[in-house]
């Protein structure tokens, strides 16, 4: 299986991990040029399997789902890792009082008494891998969605939240005050009672304009943090 990963602005990412899993996991790493390749010792549909780049510490990461079957599987376009920004807040302390966190055009309103789940490279890292960084995208590069009016990535990427953070973009040109909207999150569930989800698209939360801001209605959120799509209603 090849491919090859870029950062939005179409430069090669050296030294970056993939892997391919679904029941069992195949690893490789982008060499000098961004391309990788993973050797997959069985045979396998796949949707059940979904690609997995990962950009820590500096890009951000995600799942695509694997073209179709053929005797070489290759991905046609480049699989894309945006940067994220060097710093940003702490997360609220796990079973804390919570509070907003914002980092670029998003801010998590985190509730009291929430723990986060980090993904074992994040925990290493310390203070430095529980810190909220978020870009904007273009939204034509969705993956796991058609019809985006906005796309945001974040780290730590993964973590998961034991109760749904409310959440709050910058909202597009175009959307006027009261348009109502859902959030759609990039999935990352690789063995689901449905099949293999991972790199799929999943409905969380509806909301609306306020003030020139996308907020999440009452009581509705995300519950991990990965890839956040606003779509119109």
């Not at 993956?143 to 998961?160: D, H, I, S």
């Not at 939360?205 to 119109?232: C, F, H, M, N, Y």
């Amino acid at each position: 299986m090849r491919g090859l990963l870029r950062d939005e602005e179409g430069r090669e990412l050296p030294d970056k991990v993939v892997t391919v899993c679904g029941v069992g996991c195949f690893v490789g790493v982008s060499d000098g040029q961004g391309a990788f390749s993973v050797r997959v010792e069985m045979s396998l549909q796949p949707e059940a399997f979904a690609l997995s780049a990962h950009g820590r510490p500096t890009h951000a990461s995600t799942y695509v789902r694997l073209p179709p079957l053929a005797s070489q599987i290759e991905f046609p376009s480049p699989v894309v890792l945006p940067r994220l920004p060097e710093d940003g807040p702490v997360l609220p302390e796990d079973e804390g009082e919570g509070g907003a966190v914002s980092s670029g055009p998003l801010t998590l309103v985190v509730a009291a008494g929430t723990t986060f789940e980090l993904d074992i490279d994040d925990i290493e890292r310390g203070e430095e891998g529980r810190k909220l960084r978020a870009v904007s995208v273009d939204p034509a590069s969705a993956t796991f969605v058609e019809g985006a009016l906005q796309l945001v990535t974040m780290a730590p990427f993964g973590a998961k939240l034991s109760r749904p953070a409310g959440v709050v973009l910058e909202a597009p040109p175009g959307l006027e005050e009261g348009a109502e909207v859902s959030l759609v999150i990039l999935e990352d569930d690789l063995l689901a009672d449905a099949g293999n989800l991972a790199g799929t698209g999943r409905a969380v939360a509806t909301g609306r304009v306020e003030g020139g801001k996308i907020v999440s209605d009452p009581g509705q959120g995300v519950e991990k943090l990965t890839w956040i799509a606003v779509l119109p209603r």
